[in-house]
């Protein structure tokens, strides 16, 4: 394996780790903000990585290019929808639970 190779792998494996990070925050968080929050979050992370690793492992151009187009459009999507998602939630009046651990 090359230095490039390598790198890439470990991009993708950190990248990996942060969706895997997100789905257990999605999961364990106690309110639909709070899970919003690591699943947008993390899951942009680790979409950055995975593509910068399949970017530098395609060693075209182009490529390269696409991917960071489907990361930045992906980025796009997620803060819109993740908006409108905790839009709605409060506006339901679903719960938030506060840090000092009282409830809205």
């Known amino acids: 394996m090359t230095a490039v190779e390598l790198l890439a792998a470990g991009m993708l494996a950190v990248g990996a780790a942060f969706y895997l990070a ?9 309110d639909a903000l709070s899970r919003l929050h690591a699943l947008t979050k993390a899951d942009n992370v680790g979409l950055l990585l995975v593509c910068a690793g399949l970017g530098l492992l395609s060693g075209n151009l182009r490529e390269a290019a ?25 506006a339901d009046g679903v719960e938030v639970e506060l840090r000092d651990g009282g409830a809205r």
């Open 22 to 30: 997100g789905t257990i925050g999605l999961l364990r968080f106690p």
């Open 66 to 90: 696409l991917l960071l187009l489907i990361w930045l459009l992906a980025l796009l999507a997620a803060t819109v929808s993740a908006h409108l998602i905790a839009r709605r939630a409060l």
